[in-house]
């Protein structure tokens, strides 16, 4: 089981940053899940709000801004011990991640299948040799339609937060994905065993509770998503 740091390691380090990232990789991880917005000059940046207040205390709408209006905004608002953290675009943030051996993309919701398919065109081209350890994951259906449209060759997982059971794995499949991603209050050990069954891998979020996280190791669980990486290092035997 990998241990995915959430946001880079929103529990440990400034969540979404290039300081994050830093952080995790200077602790050995090498995977990590990260948020992917596209602004209104077609720039990827790294944030898992549409919405800047919650991060950096200044209330303002991501999609009004460029990626040359992002520099007044401190994502490590909050972090009175680390230095300013300005919104990295993915082109920043994979240069940090060059070694890393996962990257889970999760792509954002967005509103018309034609925002869908600009932002996943960008994104095939931005993770250029990435292909082997990118896995592009999403809640939105209009996501993974534009994947497939395109004939994404990147692996692909469903994210899932509502309670629909079965009917989860069966739209994975159809949709070509290869993993799903089960919010950890629905992932029982019912659905991971039949999520198993269909040769589907699994990423289970967050889990920040160490015996959880032993039980799911138990599991067999390929991925746990964790705000606190450090601390899972820790009292896991991760070979």
Known sequence: MQIIG???????????????????????????????????????????????LRTTGIDQQLYACSSLELEPYNQAHIWLDWPKQITPTLKQSLNIMQDFEHLEVEVKAVET??????????????????????????FDLKIHQALQQQNSTFKRGLLIEEDIGLLAIEQALQLGCCQIGWMNQLANDEILLATQQADLKISVWTVNDVER??????MGVNGLITDFPKLMLQHLDIA
Request: charged share 25%; proline share 1%; net charge negative.
């Open 6 to 52: 959430h946001r880079g390691a929103r529990g440990e380090a400034p969540e979404n940053t290039l300081a994050g990232f830093q952080y995790i990789h200077d602790l050995g991880i090498r995977a990590v899940e990260f948020d992917v917005r596209q602004l209104k000059d077609h720039e990827l940046i790294i944030m898992h709000d549409d919405n800047f």
């Open 113 to 138: 299948a034609e925002q869908a398919n600009a932002l996943i065109s960008e994104l095939q081209k931005q993770l250029q040799g990435f292909e082997h350890n990118a896995v592009i994951t999403s």
């Open 213 to 218: 996280a032993k039980h799911l190791q138990k």
